[in-house]
């Protein structure tokens, strides 16, 4: 008892360390490990463009010019089609910086900049930005705005299946930033529970020589390890899924009804 005593009372505390406290000057632990992690996806695209060859020699290159091909073949031509080498680098750059983001949050120690709905509520605001620019670039203002409605409608639907469109496509903002948080947040949250519950029944079995308590710390611990893993992929997932989306709403602005 005196074991799950501590756990709740540290519990809240827990809760309150994933909460934006300010750094220096304003600027957030957030904001610090997003440029930090921006810093890292130029560092290594840089690094890896220029050792790129014809016959791949470095393994770590080499992961990464696949998955910049995975992002090309999978998402791109596979879901855009016609013309989708122009959105490339836009969903490459979408991908790498939220999967290098998502993988320095698992490191102890640091935090997950799509950790907070502010950087994922960014990220959206980008990708909604990015499809609608290139819907209207595609279709023209009037012809974008129309395009909501698909052709061959009576007349009397179109007002109301042109604006149901209209708060689709806005609700997509909303959905790729709360979908991303959520599910980083969460992940993280469970991570810190485990670990937490960990060290204190270790701690109170040690404190107390209650052996009860040090037992009971390692099925703790083994859970730790299993969601840790399963974290590790939720990471790539959600890379994944952001970056699928974006190139989803892209194809659906830029095509023809």
């Known amino acids: 008892m005196d074991a799950l005593s501590t756990l709740s009372e540290e519990v809240p505390h827990l809760q309150a360390s994933f909460d934006p406290t300010v750094v220096f000057g304003g600027v957030t632990q957030y904001i610090l490990w997003m440029v930090i992690?921006?810093?890292?996806?130029?560092?290594?695209?840089?690094?890896v463009g220029r050792k790129l060859t014809l016959i791949p020699t470095?393994?770590?290159?080499?992961?990464?010019?696949?998955?910049?091909?995975f992002v090309r073949n999978d998402m791109g031509e596979g879901i855009i089609g016609h013309g989708f080498k122009k959105h490339v680098p836009f969903l490459a750059t979408l991908f790498f910086f939220i999967l290098i983001s998502n993988f320095v949050g698992l490191i102890p120690g640091c935090k997950t900049p799509t950790g907070t709905i502010s950087v994922t509520w960014a990220l959206a605001t980008i990708s909604f930005i990015y499809f609608n620019v290139w819907g209207i670039k595609a279709k023209g203002g009037l012809g974008y705005l129309k395009s909501f409605a698909p052709a061959g409608l009576p007349k009397v639907m179109v007002p109301i299946?042109?604006?149901?469109?209209?708060?689709?496509?806005?609700?997509?903002?909303?959905?790729?930033?709360?979908?991303?948080?959520?599910?980083?947040?969460?992940?993280?949250?469970?991570?810190?529970?485990?670990?937490?519950?960990?060290?204190?029944?270790?701690?109170?079995?040690?404190?107390?020589?209650?052996?009860?308590?040090g037992v009971l710390s390692l099925p703790w611990f083994l859970l730790l390890i299993a969601m840790y893993a399963l974290e590790t992929l939720v990471a790539?997932?959600?890379?994944?899924?952001?970056?699928?989306?974006?190139?989803?709403?892209?194809q659906i602005a830029t095509s023809a009804h």
């Open 236 to 250: 790539f997932l959600q890379a994944y899924v952001f970056t699928v989306l974006s190139a989803v709403y892209v």
């Open 161 to 213: 299946i042109w604006f149901l469109e209209l708060i689709s496509t806005c609700i997509r903002w909303l959905t790729l930033a709360v979908r991303l948080y959520g599910n980083m947040f969460a992940g993280h949250m469970v991570l810190g529970i485990f670990a937490l519950a960990s060290s204190v029944f270790l701690t109170c079995g040690i404190q107390a020589l209650d052996p009860i308590s």
């Open 58 to 69: 470095n393994k770590f290159v080499n992961t990464v010019e696949y998955g910049y091909q």
């Open 37 to 47: 992690c921006w810093i890292i996806t130029l560092v290594l695209i840089l690094v």
